[in-house]
């Protein structure tokens, strides 16, 4: 007999955009992680909150994501439902006057692309960031001198009530990769940006550069999930744990990054479970060495 929660929700979602026993792997950028029970697509605010008013009502555990960039997921999976806002929450609205309303699912390349087709210029350090407004509004996102908070003055946004607020940015608390939606543990929705018209040919140069830099310093052909460990205050984290004698230290399939020391990445189909015990030995030995315990970036989902 077919399980009354799904029922309950295909009257929400059409059965194309919801999906059983999902390898998560297949949805984040360190391709690693167990099935989930269900993973569900939404594209609107309104399929959003019906979804979690559902899951609140059936009680079945939820988790938001983006596009997966900063997570790993337990090999064991995930026992209840994931909700992402990927590809199918991405829109962009663009008015004359430099503002940008965008749906939290939105790549941040393309939302860069699309700002630098319009001449508009202030976003060109978010170009190369992996990941969706949602992570980037939520975590302060920055690269390259450039943040969120400076080009931000609004988001709309879920509480943990189903209650949605709009926040003007002065009430987002931003700062070094943190913001109130951490604190209270609100969703991004969408959010409403500024920017000022520019040189097009200036603002593509300076993002194909700012590109090239990344390229250069960062192992952008292995999976990752970006920059494995938050910047101690005072420190670099990779320095730190490149002078520990880690570059290349290695679990199974994870390893710390020779090309760069703040990245564990998932050398040869690695498990969560190794790329939490990589994660785990180079804070115990980066603390016992210098002192300084590394906090990481990376959100765990699932048993462990």
Known sequence: MENLFLKKLIQILPEERI??????????????????DYLALPVSTEEVCAVISLCKQEKMPYYIMGNGSNLLVSDLGYRGLILKLGEDFSNIQVSGDGTVRAQAGVLLSKLASVVADHSLTGFEFASGIPGTLGGAVTMNAGAYGGEMKHCLTAAKVLDEEGNILVLKAEELKLGYRHSILQEKGYVLLEADMQFTYGNPEEIRQKMRELNAQRREKQPLDKYSAGSTFKRPQGYF???LISDAGLRGYQVGGAAVSEKHCGFIINKENATAGEFLAVTRDVIRIVEEKYGVRLEPEVKFLGEF
Do not use: F, V
């Open 237 to 239: 984290a990779g320095k």
């Open 19 to 36: 999906k059983l026993k999902e390898p998560m792997a297949n949805h984040t950028s360190l391709h690693i992680g167990g099935e989930a």
